[in-house]
Structure formats: C-alpha cells, structure tokens
C-alpha cells in the first residue's frame, strides 16, 4: 500500500483552467475505484466511481480515467471553479485504506 | 434524511482520560469505519468493522478501542495509552465492505 502520513502534493490552478490530479494504485486485483473530495474541515465525500471494465467515466464537469497496465487513475476537473479547492482522495474498493491525497487550490 | 452522524464536533479532554467519540448511521450500512486524520495529512484507518459483534484493527489500531454492539452505531474510545490523541476523527460507513464509502462531519479531539 501507499506510505501513509507523508504531506499532501499540492496542485494550483488558475480558475477557469482544466486540473489533472493523479493516483496510482498497488493491487492489480482492484475493480473498482472511487475518488473522493474533502473540504477543509469536512468529511470526504463521492466524486465519481470507474469500475475496471472501463477506461473512462464522466460525470457533470469530472473526468476519471483508467489505465490498469500502468495501475493509474487521473481525475480530471473542467473549467475548475473556487469552489473545487479541496484535498482529492482516490480510493480502491478492496482497501479501505486512502493514499496520501492531493490539495487542489484554485487561484481566481 | 438518511446519513451519518458523529458528535461532539469538538471536544477537548485533559491528558490521560479516557474519552468516546459516537458515530451513528441511519443508512442499514453493514460496514463502519474510523479514520485518523492529522493536519497536512491523509487519511489513517483505526479500525472497521464489516459487521455487527466483529471488528479489525485497522493502521494504528494502538490506544484505541471499538464496539459494534448495534449495526447503527460504531463508538471509537480513545484511551490514555494513545500518545498523541489530539487530531480530526473520521467515521465512515458503507452498504458492504467493497462500495463507497460516507462520511461523517468529523469530530475534533483537542488533548490538553
């Protein structure tokens, strides 16, 4: 699994760009991931979900993609908004352990 | 309105007692779970359970202590024996172990 306890990555964006945030996962055996979203303060919360059978899942604005050969996940964020500013968490079904995270911080 | 609950948000506890963080679900989830979460930092699993009467430990499972005595309810006690308790706590539920999981608000634990 992931190290755990390790700072954030941090991402900054200018509003109105496309934000990429990338995780990679270590069990080739995951069918299923989920990204979640954590405001400061807050508990996370579902994003968007892709199962293995699938390359590519897009929901209002987000994007996930899969690569299984590589073991990677991105999400994508269109025209990002202030409001998207927060720590991106992805996930993998039979590991309810999370990886470090990433902190997207927009810029206006 | 289906969800889940944690109380106090903040609570602050002089070292060396003991203290009870709820956490409460009204979703039917048969799986729980508590995070750890330190400033800067992700998240760390305490413990989970898939199942009413049955827990695991999690990552840091030591100074801590669970209870899953109904399937709505998953109390995390942290205890005098955990070093540096003071940090954000997270309870999560989910239909089965392998589905998203939901949140709580989080409680904030402040050791003085």
């Known amino acids: 699994g992931e190290s755990v306890g390790l700072h954030l990555p941090t991402l900054s964006v200018q509003e109105g760009d496309n934000s990429i945030i990338n995780c990679a996962y270590s069990n080739s055996a995951s069918d299923y991931f989920i990204w979640y979203k954590q405001e400061s303060g807050k508990g996370p919360q579902f994003i968007i979900d892709i199962r293995s059978n699938m390359d590519k899942r897009q929901g209002q604005r987000v994007t996930v993609l899969l690569n299984k050969t590589v073991k990677h996940l991105s999400l994508q964020i269109a025209a990002t908004q202030p409001g998207d500013s927060a720590v991106y968490f992805c996930a993998e079904s039979n590991d309810m352990r999370f990886g470090a995270g990433t902190r997207l911080t927009v810029k206006p | 309105d289906g969800g889940i609950t944690q109380s106090p948000k903040y609570l602050f506890r002089k070292e060396g007692q003991n203290v009870t963080l709820s956490c409460e679900q009204n979703?039917?989830?048969?799986?729980m779970y508590w995070y750890r979460q330190d400033p800067g930092q992700g998240l760390r699993l305490i413990y989970y359970?898939?199942?009413?009467?049955?827990?695991q430990k999690g990552d840091i499972a030591e100074g801590y202590s669970v209870s899953r005595e109904k399937k709505e309810s998953f109390p995390l006690t942290v205890t005098s024996a955990q070093k540096n308790p003071t940090a954000f706590y997270l309870c999560?539920?989910?239909?089965?172990?392998?589905?998203?999981?939901?949140f709580g608000p989080g409680t904030r634990l402040t050791v003085l």
């Open positions: 999560a539920s989910s239909r089965d172990f392998y589905n998203e999981q939901f």
């Open positions: 979703l039917n989830h048969d799986a």
């Open positions: 359970s898939q199942i009413v009467n049955d827990f």
